[in-house]
């Protein structure tokens, strides 16, 4: 459970004036205006936002729930929307990005310049033979070129679906094969806290790996110049197929409801999801969730310091800030290095006004700058400052306070934003100018996001009461599938139980009694969050199963931790003898570099403990709920009568 505290921040007063959504009675008045009519809400916005080839004929069709189709008949490119508009608008000399590399380098680029190299890249890729519904698959490095070649996708009407730099060969390979990506574009390396790390060789591997038959091309920004394998009549160099192309390329006009994106989530059960979105419906509230959430206004430096392999960095980095056209930070490294002060200097040196990161971004460096004070951000002037946001997990008041305090000069706002990559957008947030704030809470849904609490027969609840978050109402950036599998898509979020068109969030969250602000309370299911990173305990298991030649059976399980918020722990039974002392640590450490070779780094499991057996009732069930308190180092409180072997308990709180 998540606390939260009650002190209440109440908006700036000038924000309160002059916001997009100023004031309390604002935000009331917007919130009414979709309670009344949701589709003419929509549909205004819609039309304010965005900007249509062909204007929309039917805000929402509901008539295959819960496959919802929004902006009937419109048709737009979300790269002209990001580009061409903001060019046309006068911004073309207006710098859309500030690279900044992990050494320091920076590098702008206008939205003029920006437009000719994402075109460049879209005319590369139409030359490969990439067309309008064709999957692309981006496993690159944080780069103005990351954010380009995602742009060229959408300008084409090519569907892209970015992995994470720090996934394995092998979880990338399961994604090519499943979206059946006919181009793979990656870099030769990328480059975070001072080390390379290769992308090109991965890539390879993953290919070798069998099931991706259908990339014929490998097409390969060159980051660092390291040397890295090359397969003549596969790989493709940018640096000499871009030179050639021209600079500018009609953007392929498509459906609002054309897949724009596939991202991979983890679920509680089974293989990792490819989450699909839309053109129109998520550009949109990428767009508005960007202006009201963020209040973001012409003059605004914007730094979302995500990952462009997460969903936080597609929304808030590659369309919300360029639909808008932002002026946006996107950094290479990581905020440690060259050391914990990384993040304070940027800010003063690009006069970044508006600030998005993690907490558990903000809780590593409440640790470091407690060790080395000098890097402590109250030596640094972020007087630039006007609004802080947090994202991807609960944050805890001590660290909102901190962040507040010392890194917000107790002036700027923290829009602490519950979402999901499901829905697209920020779905429960603060607006800065409107909402008064309260630590730990992510306070009011966004207006139109029809938020509640049920419970498990799908009754709402009042305020106070904890229970299973939903959405009633369908809203435009919502996922509109899970890639080749409807089936599964229906059953993991509309599930019948809940009446079947009822968007299930998968976290628990209550309301506050007085104020009905919401606290999200954690996942109802099998998904854990290790440092904003969602990570399935049945993925984790399967990794582990899968070196047969040590592994008989293990459970994974979450457990709280100061620094990354959950932590693995995987309970691991061998085939051969329990292992203690070193064997036990030299068995736990080849584990997880084999998690890490199957899954990635950020699966390794942070405590590996061995046991004879796992708890399991009579039946063969394996008693997760205990496998939790015994990760948490807690007493079992927990009736254990149907445990088939309870003396198992004992031998598992043993640390090796
Ligand atoms: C969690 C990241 C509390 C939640 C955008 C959700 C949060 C999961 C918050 C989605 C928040 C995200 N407060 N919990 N402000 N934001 N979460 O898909 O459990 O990577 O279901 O999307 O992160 O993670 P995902």
Not at 293 to 313: S, Y
Not at 362 to 368: E, F
Not at 409 to 437: N, S
Not at 634 to 642: L, V
């Amino acid at each position: 459970m998540s606390e939260t505290s009650t002190q209440l921040y109440p908006p700036p007063a000038e924000m309160a004036r002059t916001a997009h959504v100023p004031g309390f009675a604002a935000y009331q008045a917007l919130v009414q205006e979709a309670d009344a009519d949701h589709q003419a809400f929509w549909g205004r916005l819609a039309r304010d936002v965005l900007t249509w080839r062909t204007p929309f004929t039917q805000v929402l069709d509901e008539s295959n729930a819960p496959f919802y189709r929004w902006f009937e008949g419109g048709t737009l490119n979300a790269s002209h929307n990001c580009l061409d508009v903001n060019v046309e608008r006068g911004l073309g000399d207006k710098t859309a990005l500030i690279f900044e590399a992990d050494d320091g380098t920076i590098t702008r680029e206008s939205y003029r310049q920006l437009l000719a190299r994402v075109c460049r890249t879209a005319n590369a890729l139409r030359a490969m033979g990439v067309q309008k519904g064709d999957r692309v698959v981006i496993y690159m490095a944080m780069s103005i070129e990351g954010v380009a070649t995602m742009q060229a996708c959408a300008r084409i009407g090519a569907i892209h679906s970015v992995v994470f730099g720090g996934f394995s060969a092998q979880a990338l390979r399961d994604r090519i094969a499943d979206t059946g990506a006919s181009l793979v574009i990656t870099a030769d390396e990328q480059v975070r806290g001072g080390k390379r790390l290769p992308l090109k060789a991965i890539v390879d591997d993953a290919l070798a790996l069998g099931g991706c038959e259908a990339v014929r091309q490998v097409l390969m920004y060159t980051r660092t110049g390291g040397q890295v394998p090359f397969v003549p009549g596969r790989d493709v160099k940018m640096s000499e197929l871009l030179p050639e192309q021209a600079d500018t390329c009609e953007p392929e006009w498509v459906d609002a409801e054309h897949p724009l994106f596939l991202l991979y989530t983890s679920g509680s059960t089974g293989a990792p999801k490819g989450v699909q979105h839309s053109t129109g419906g998520y550009l949109l509230h990428a767009a508005l969730t960007t202006r009201w959430t963020f209040d973001l206004r012409p003059e605004d430096v914007f730094w979302c310091t995500a990952d462009i392999g997460w969903v936080t960095g597609h929304t808030y980095i590659t369309y919300g800030p360029l639909a808008l056209g932002a002026t946006q930070v996107v950094f290479e490294g990581v905020p440690t290095y060259p050391d914990a002060s990384r993040f304070w200097q940027m800010i003063h040196k690009h006069q970044v006004s508006i600030f998005y990161t993690a907490p558990t971004a903000i809780r590593s460096l409440i640790k470091a700058c407690e060790a080395a004070p000098a890097q402590h951000p109250r030596h640094f002037d972020l007087s630039s400052l006007r609004i802080l946001g947090s994202v991807g997990e609960p944050i805890n008041p001590a660290a909102w306070t901190w962040y507040h305090e010392h890194v917000g000069g107790g002036r700027c706002p923290i829009v602490d934003t519950f979402w999901q990559t499901e829905t697209g957008g920020h779905m429960i947030t603060p607006l800065p100018g409107a909402t008064p704030l309260v630590p730990g809470s992510c306070t009011l849904p966004f207006p139109g996001i029809a938020a509640t609490i049920v419970d498990e027969t799908g009754n709402e609840l009042p305020w106070g009461q904890g229970g299973m978050l939903v959405v009633k109402r369908p809203w435009p950036s919502m996922i509109r599938t899970i890639w080749g599998n409807p089936e599964r898509f229906k059953k993991s979020y509309f599930p019948e139980e809940l009446g079947g068109t009822i968007y299930l969030a998968g976290d628990g969250a209550v309301r506050d009694e007085q104020t009905g602000y919401f606290t999200i309370t954690g996942r109802i299911d099998d998904v854990l969050n290790v440092s904003g990173h969602r990570m399935g305990t049945m993925e984790i298991e399967s990794a582990l199963v899968a070196h047969t030649e040590l592994v008989a059976e293990a459970a994974v399980v979450g457990r709280p931790d100061d620094t990354t918020g959950e932590a693995i722990c995987a309970f691991v039974v061998l085939k051969r003898a329990r292992p203690t002392g070193e064997e036990a640590q030299r068995i736990a450490k080849e584990l997880r570099d084999w998690v890490a070779k199957e899954i990635g780094p950020i699966a390794k499991p942070k405590d590996i403990r061995f046991g004879d057996n796992l708890p399991k009732t009579r039946s063969g069930k394996i008693m997760r709920r205990l496998l939790r308190s015994v990760a948490a180092g807690q007493a079992i409180t927990q009736d254990t009568s149907t445990l088939e072997n309870p003396q198992i308990l004992t031998q598992l709180a043993e640390v090796n």
